[in-house]
């Protein structure tokens, strides 16, 4: 398919009442409105085809730019590339589930995740936040800097109170990943988790609520699944 195809495509497939959803969770800037399954549809037709998927990126509008993410291949991504999409991404869902869904998959995402998380910027502090609980979902334990996401752990003890809305929110996202996601790091998880407590996190016009972490990582004890890792990052 070429881009024009593609976009007249996600145009037709565009709801008014999902734009709306998409409104109430902070998208302020150009979308049709199409839902994820829809575009996971439209995902089978380019699948594979690199160009076409940062072309699509490119574009601005938000379901171009989400089913980019689920398009490109993270691995073949230059840093500057990644920098780019960081740096672009307009609203939460691109910057705290598209952009690290692909960077996870590059061998420079921790050093990238770690450069972002810093920012003041809040959006790239949280697509830095979310790389990092990406990468901990799909790389094995062996290949993690342990050391490092310690360190992390204690900068969210330290921060997540004076952070920023949703920075919050990606921080205690962290916690959790930590606990499900890298089995050796579970009670050091587990402590932060405790230490941190409830996270106040304003969802603005949503019914979505910011999980408990100490809940949360139980939960996923409980049914055996700590360690478990994913086989993609992207959703």
């Not at 995402?109 to 910027?121: E, G, I, R």
């Not at 996401?149 to 962290?174: G, H």
């Amino acid at each position: 398919m070429t881009i024009d195809e593609v976009m007249a495509e996600l145009k037709s497939l565009g709801k008014e009442r999902t734009v709306a959803t998409y409104r109430r969770h902070g998208a302020d800037g150009d979308l049709f409105g199409v839902q994820i399954g829809d575009l996971k549809k439209v995902l089978k037709k380019i699948k594979g085809d690199q160009e076409l998927a940062l072309s699509l990126w490119d574009t601005g509008n938000g379901d171009a730019m989400y089913l980019a993410g689920l398009a490109a291949d993270g691995s073949l991504m230059t840093r500057k590339q990644l920098d780019g999409w960081a740096r672009t991404a307009w609203w939460d869902m691109l910057s705290g589930y598209s952009v690290p869904g692909v960077a996870a998959e590059n061998e420079a995402a921790c050093s990238l995740a770690l450069k972002w998380l810093k920012m003041k910027d809040p959006k790239r502090a949280c697509t830095g936040w979310s790389t990092y609980s990406a990468v901990l979902s799909i790389r094995p334990d062996d290949e993690l800097d342990h050391s490092e996401i310690k360190s992390l752990l204690k900068t969210v003890e330290a921060e997540i109170d004076s952070a920023p809305n949703r920075v919050k929110y990606c921080m205690n996202a962290f916690v959790i990943s930590v606990g499900s996601y890298v089995k050796p790091l579970l009670n050091a998880a587990k402590a932060t988790a405790k230490k941190i407590g409830v996270v106040e996190v304003d969802m603005g016009d949503t019914a979505c609520q910011t999980p408990l972490a100490t809940e949360m990582i139980a939960k996923i004890e409980s049914m055996g699944r700590v360690g478990k890792k994913r086989k993609t990052a992207k959703c």
